[in-house]
């Protein structure tokens, strides 16, 4: 009942992320949101590390090879993929694409060695939840045109490696747990973007930041903290205790808020097309 209860808090945490992921991008590029997202992530979690008196990850080789792999595939690479869907395609949208994720984990599971074990009922229900992500990205959409096709194919490709971070992270868990695989994957998002945007230019003055609207800096502050430093926390710990493939269904459930919060709070029209598709996904 436990492991239902998570699910059901994750999927509210990420189905509303895309609504603070469209506010947010208005005033944010990219790599900066990117990087602010991570940032805020890894701050929060660095003072939940030093409060609680988890210590930082030894220094196995091993496991920081998977931190790393699990900081640029699970997060630095997904989060701008989805910071530029929001430019193109509207947050219902980018909501509906995440119902491709637990297809993929549960393919990527078969080659990278995840511990699930499912039935082929289970892997039709998956399968039909992709039909439905199949029929939403090829709606006509509220824009309509290429630039929202393409905005659902970034979408669509963060779901790709959402999945693939998803197995490398329960590896990650088993080994440290969540509190620390979080921590030490968002602080290394973190360093790896700041690095970039050092090297490139790409970092913003503090003046800059000063001139944020107020509106997209609370929808980044919350969707750092919660949606994404306390939804991770729980996706590692649904991900050590139930598996990779159960934690990523909470993508058939976020879809719908996603949907609903959009179309409420930013007016977002929802096409006939991308109601079947969320239906089918359900």
Not at 57 to 79: E, T
Request: positive net charge; proline residues 5%; glycine residues 12%.
């Amino acid at each position: 009942m436990a492991a239902y209860a998570g699910l059901a808090f994750l999927s509210f945490l990420w189905g509303s992320s895309f609504l603070l992921i469209k506010i947010a991008s208005r005033a944010f590029d990219p790599f900066g949101f990117a990087l602010a997202r991570v940032g805020v992530a890894a701050a929060a979690m660095l003072m939940t590390s030093a409060v609680s008196g988890k210590v930082w990850p030894g220094s196995r080789p091993g496991l920081w090879v998977k931190l790393l792999a699990l900081a640029l595939i699970g997060q630095v690479i997904p989060f701008m993929l989805l910071a530029k869907a929001a430019t193109l395609t509207t947050s219902a949208e980018m909501a509906l694409m995440m119902g491709a994720q637990p297809i993929f984990v549960f393919v990527f599971g078969r080659f990278l060695g995840s511990s699930d074990r499912w039935t082929w009922l289970a892997a039709l229900g998956l399968a039909i939840g992709f039909a439905g992500v199949g029929v939403a990205f090829w709606s006509p959409g509220a824009g309509g045109g290429a630039h929202a096709v393409l905005g659902r194919a970034f979408a669509l490709a963060a779901g790709v490696f959402y999945g693939t971070g998803a197995i490398i992270s329960g590896a990650a868990t088993r080994e440290i747990g969540a509190v620390r695989a979080v921590t030490a994957s968002m602080t290394i998002s973190t360093l790896v973007l700041g690095l970039i945007g050092l090297a490139f230019g790409r970092l913003p003055p503090p003046v800059t930041l000063l001139e944020i609207p107020l509106g997209p800096m609370l929808a980044m502050g919350a969707l750092g903290v919660f949606n994404t430093a306390l939804a991770y926390y729980v996706y590692f710990r649904l991900v050590h205790d139930e598996g990779p493939t159960f934690a990523s269904l909470n993508n058939y459930i976020a879809p719908v808020i996603g949907v609903i919060a959009g179309a409420a709070a930013l007016a977002e029209p929802v096409g006939p097309s991308a109601w079947v598709g969320l239906a089918l996904v359900l």
